[in-house]
């Protein structure tokens, strides 16, 4: 159920609550960084700036995690 109506989903997409952001290191999202920038370039032949690869990492991990989320439960 998702509110008052049916979900219609094959899975249902948990909330996400405010204590349970992701936070990488910095470390961590340099690395990743380069990873998306990496594959931008490697597979799509874009150059894609540290500003933007940030962004799209800010995307996947607040709004495609609780997807990835629901799959491994």
Known sequence: ML????CTRAYQVVPRRSNEKIEFSK????ALIKSIQGYFRD?????????PAGFLLDFFT??????????GL
Request: proline share 7%; hydrophobic share 20%; charged share 40%.
């Open 3 to 6: 509110g008052n109506r049916p």
């Open 27 to 30: 470390e961590e999202r340099a």
């Open 62 to 71: 607040e709004e495609i995690r609780p997807h990835y989320y629901n799959r």
């Open 43 to 51: 597979e799509l032949d874009q150059e894609l700036g540290q500003f």
